[in-house]
Nanobody, 116 residues
Framework: QVHLVESGGGLVQPGGSLRLSCAASGFTYGSYAMRWYRQAPGMERELVAFITTGDGSTYYADSVKGRFTISRDNAKNTVYLQMNRLKPEDTAVYYC?????????WGQGTQVTVSS
């Protein structure tokens, strides 16, 4: 059975940092590109970052470039999102996604709230 379990969300002040983790099981993790999405209230889900298989190339949305870093540990079947210099507009539910060809798996999401 496929599981993607996010953790690490919470409440943080503007300018602070959080590291999200997504632990994967039940599929061949190393063969899947891994993505982080987020969805704020009343907004569409948006792609934040992804990391490929193989050479681990990364992509970031313009809104997070230079502040967020995605990484993966294939030995631990885990993908991370290091979030620095957080802003109130980063407040959202963050979702982990694994994708390969037409197959896509989603986690349940973790809430990130940036507020003073």
């Amino acid at each position: 059975q496929v599981h993607l379990v996010e953790s690490g969300g919470g409440l943080v002040q503007p300018g602070g940092s959080l590291r999200l983790s997504c632990a994967a099981s039940g599929f061949t993790y190393g063969s899947y590109a891994m993505r982080w999405y987020r969805q704020a209230p009343g907004m569409e889900r948006e792609l934040v970052a992804f990391i490929t298989t193989g050479d681990g190339s990364t992509y970031y949305a313009d809104s997070v470039k230079g502040r967020f870093t995605i990484s993966r540990d294939n030995a631990k079947n885990t993908v991370y999102l290091q979030m620095n210099r957080l802003k109130p507009e980063d407040t959202a539910v963050y979702y982990c996604n694994a994708a390969r060809l037409t197959v896509s798996y989603w986690g349940q999401g973790t809430q990130v709230t940036v507020s003073s």
